[in-house]
């Protein structure tokens, strides 16, 4: 039997492209080994994609419904297996990984639902006849997933866009590669055409390839370095659909009156969950200077310095590692980098173990450091600045070229309704985490987060363009000037 490194046209085969193993960061044990698919693989893949697109769009949609929710079904009979993959392969803790499979899950009945009210059909009756909406597919959608979901998010590119008729070539994480196998299988358990959704492993070079093919549209979530890149190569190219989704610079602002210990609770829990990795993670604290902020700042030290750590076997750990030892490196440098600038440790972010992904959480004052870069770090550190004033808070949460996910934690009303004008943030929460975002609203942020193409509730949108129709139901003269009566 060949490897299951590539899907094509309804059939697995061995890739024939670059090697690339995936490494726990809790175990150091290689979770996923195989070949990544050559430039030839790729365009098969996107031919196989284009030839079942004549098909499947225009398959009646309930008969494409039915398919996904067969997919769903499979998902859910196979829901743990979904979750020990995921925690193998990129560390995060068990119940964590448990979560993301249970939102893969999820996302057939909600992305029905938002198609429904956002890419459905309308019929208003006019004068002449009937005003008529419909939406039709694109045609062959790349999607590319990122390593810290890498079932749920390329998962919620996926559906929407086979629900509305696309067919898709998928290119996950070369760092959490093994979910992606078990969602082919359990679409194909389902029923759906060969051809529809294929599969290409691989790393970068099978993602350039990809691009290169002849695509209609390129749905991706990751980085924002790798977002603009892919900005930059389809300059020029209207009429490719791209929705990009990328990372952030979030900040929380802390404001009484507010009970300090639930302010704590909540920045913690944006800040730290899945070991700081969620694109929405807070990652700026700003707070008040004085008592209140004080008491606010030394509970979520209180919190960093408790919470436990552990490989994703352990039913207690709060926190996994990070993806992989070279990124538990990249956050220590991080740190160092920030504290020479002049900012001071509350709690220092640590490596725990040479070789492995596991950190502590870390907390820099950097009220009095220059020349902070507004760069994401993607691990479970915050920076925190202090502030005199509420005017000064807001000004420092916008201090951001970024603008996906922001929170404020404040009992008054009026500081959270002057909040919803100020901040400039696509996903804006009041005493809630900024980190858990709830599929059934959009999700999407401005600036450098994205390209205005939310997803979540408003995949619908990207993944078909509304057809608008008037229509007579028979042919009759009509009259202008200089006609013939
Ligand atoms: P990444 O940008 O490194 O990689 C994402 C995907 O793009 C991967 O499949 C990767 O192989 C591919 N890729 C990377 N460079 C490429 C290139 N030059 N050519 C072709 N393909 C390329 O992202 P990541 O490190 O896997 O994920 C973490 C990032 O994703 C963070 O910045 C995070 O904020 C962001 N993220 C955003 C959201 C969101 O919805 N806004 C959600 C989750 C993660
Ligand atoms: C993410 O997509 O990285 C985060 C989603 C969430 O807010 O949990």
Same mark, same amino acid.
């Given at each position: 039997?060949?490897? #299951?490194?590539?899907?094509?046209?309804? *059939?697995?085969?061995?890739?024939?492209?670059?090697?690339?193993?995936?490494?726990?960061?809790?175990?150091?044990?290689?979770?996923?080994?195989? /070949?990544? %698919?050559?430039?030839?693989?790729?365009?098969?893949?996107?031919?196989?994609? #284009?030839?079942?697109?004549?098909?499947?769009?225009?398959?009646?949609?309930?008969?494409?419904?039915?398919?996904?929710?067969?997919?769903?079904?499979?998902?859910?009979?196979?829901?743990?297996?979904?979750?020990?993959?995921?925690?193998?392969?990129?560390?995060?803790?068990?119940?964590?990984?448990?979560?993301?499979?249970?939102?893969?899950?999820?996302?057939?009945?909600?992305?029905?639902?938002?198609?429904?009210?956002?890419?459905?059909?309308?019929?208003?009756? !006019?004068?002449?006849?009937?005003?008529?909406?419909?939406?039709?597919?694109?045609?062959?959608? *790349?999607?590319?997933?990122?390593?810290?979901?890498?079932?749920?998010?390329?998962?919620?590119?996926?559906?929407?866009?086979?629900?509305?008729?696309?067919?898709?070539?998928?290119? &996950?994480?070369?760092? %959490?590669?093994?979910?992606?196998?078990?969602?082919?299988?359990?679409?194909?358990?389902?029923?759906?055409?060969?051809?529809?959704?294929?599969?290409? /492993?691989?790393?970068?070079?099978?993602? !350039?390839?990809?691009?290169?093919? =002849?695509?209609?549209?390129?749905?991706?979530?990751?980085?924002?370095?790798?977002?603009?890149?892919? /900005?930059? /190569?389809?300059?020029?190219?209207?009429?490719?659909?791209?929705?990009?989704?990328?990372?952030?610079?979030?900040?929380?602002?802390?404001?009484?009156?507010? =009970? *300090?210990?639930?302010?704590?609770?909540?920045?913690?829990?944006? !800040?730290?969950?899945?070991?700081?990795?969620?694109?929405?993670?807070?990652?700026?604290?700003?707070?008040?200077?004085?008592?209140?902020?004080?008491?606010?700042?030394?509970?979520?030290?209180?919190?960093?310095?408790?919470?436990?750590?552990?490989?994703?076997?352990?039913?207690?750990?709060?926190?996994?590692?990070?993806?992989? $030892?070279?990124?538990?490196?990249?956050?220590?440098?991080?740190?160092?980098?920030?504290?020479?600038?002049?900012?001071? &440790?509350?709690?220092?972010?640590?490596?725990?173990?040479?070789?492995?992904?596991?950190?502590?959480?870390?907390?820099?004052?950097?009220?009095?450091?220059? =020349?902070?870069?507004?760069?994401?770090?993607?691990?479970?550190?915050?920076?925190?600045?202090?502030? %005199?004033?509420?005017?000064?808070?807001?000004?420092?949460?916008?201090?951001?070229?970024?603008?996906? %996910?922001?929170?404020?934690?404040?009992?008054?009303?009026?500081?959270?309704?002057?909040?919803?004008?100020?901040? #400039?943030?696509?996903?804006?929460?009041?005493?809630?985490?900024t980190a858990g975002a709830s599929g059934a609203l959009p999700f999407g942020g401005s600036g450098l987060?994205?390209?205005?193409?939310?997803? *979540?509730?408003?995949?619908? =949108?990207?993944? $078909?363009?509304?057809?608008?129709?008037?229509?007579?139901?028979?042919?009759? #003269?009509?009259?202008?000037?200089?006609? &013939?009566?």
């Amino acid at each position: 039997m060949s490897a #299951r490194d590539v899907f094509i046209d309804g *059939a697995w085969e061995s890739g024939e492209g670059v090697a690339f193993e995936s490494v726990c960061p809790a175990t150091g044990a290689v979770s996923w080994s195989g /070949h990544g %698919a050559s430039p030839q693989q790729v365009v098969r893949a996107v031919t196989g994609a #284009r030839a079942a697109f004549d098909h499947w769009s225009v398959e009646p949609r309930q008969r494409r419904a039915e398919i996904l929710v067969r997919y769903r079904d499979q998902l859910a009979a196979r829901k743990s297996e979904i979750a020990e993959t995921i925690s193998r392969d990129m560390g995060k803790v068990l119940w964590d990984a448990a979560g993301e499979a249970g939102a893969m899950i999820g996302k057939i009945d909600l992305s029905s639902a938002a198609q429904s009210e956002r890419a459905g059909t309308k019929e208003t009756e !006019a004068a002449f006849g009937r005003l008529q909406l419909d939406h039709r597919p694109h045609g062959v959608m *790349a999607v590319f997933g990122p390593f810290n979901f890498p079932g749920h998010l390329p998962n919620g590119h996926i559906v929407p866009a086979l629900l509305a008729g696309n067919t898709c070539v998928f290119k &996950p994480s070369e760092l %959490a590669p093994a979910v992606a196998n078990i969602m082919i299988e359990c679409l194909v358990e389902a029923g759906l055409p060969p051809g529809c959704l294929n599969l290409v /492993h691989g790393g970068r070079d099978t993602g !350039a390839a990809l691009l290169e093919s =002849d695509l209609d549209g390129v749905l991706f979530t990751g980085s924002a370095k790798t977002g603009i890149a892919f /900005h930059r /190569h389809f300059a020029g190219r209207p009429e490719i659909i791209l929705a990009l989704e990328m990372g952030g610079n979030n900040p929380l602002v802390a404001w009484p009156p507010c =009970d *300090a210990a639930a302010a704590a609770d909540i920045i913690a829990q944006g !800040a730290f969950l899945t070991t700081g990795q969620r694109c929405s993670c807070t990652r700026r604290l700003i707070l008040p200077e004085g008592k209140w902020g004080d008491d606010v700042l030394s509970a979520v030290a209180a919190r960093a310095e408790a919470i436990r750590i552990g490989p994703w076997s352990d039913e207690t750990a709060f926190m996994g590692p990070l993806v992989s $030892a070279q990124a538990a490196v990249a956050a220590c440098t991080f740190q160092d980098m920030l504290m020479a600038r002049g900012g001071r &440790p509350v709690v220092a972010l640590t490596q725990q173990e040479p070789g492995l992904g596991f950190v502590s959480p870390g907390i820099i004052d950097v009220t009095e450091a220059q =020349d902070v870069p507004d760069e994401e770090l993607f691990g479970p550190l915050i920076q925190v600045t202090r502030v %005199a004033t509420l005017e000064q808070a807001f000004a420092r949460a916008n201090a951001t070229k970024y603008g996906l %996910a922001g929170g404020v934690v404040c009992d008054d009303d009026e500081v959270w309704q002057q909040s919803l004008v100020r901040m #400039r943030a696509g996903i804006l929460n009041r005493n809630r985490p900024t980190a858990g975002a709830s599929g059934a609203l959009p999700f999407g942020g401005s600036g450098l987060s994205g390209n205005h193409r939310a997803s *979540a509730w408003y995949a619908a =949108d990207y993944c $078909a363009w509304p057809q608008a129709s008037q229509v007579a139901p028979k042919a009759a #003269r009509m009259q202008a000037v200089g006609f &013939p009566e």
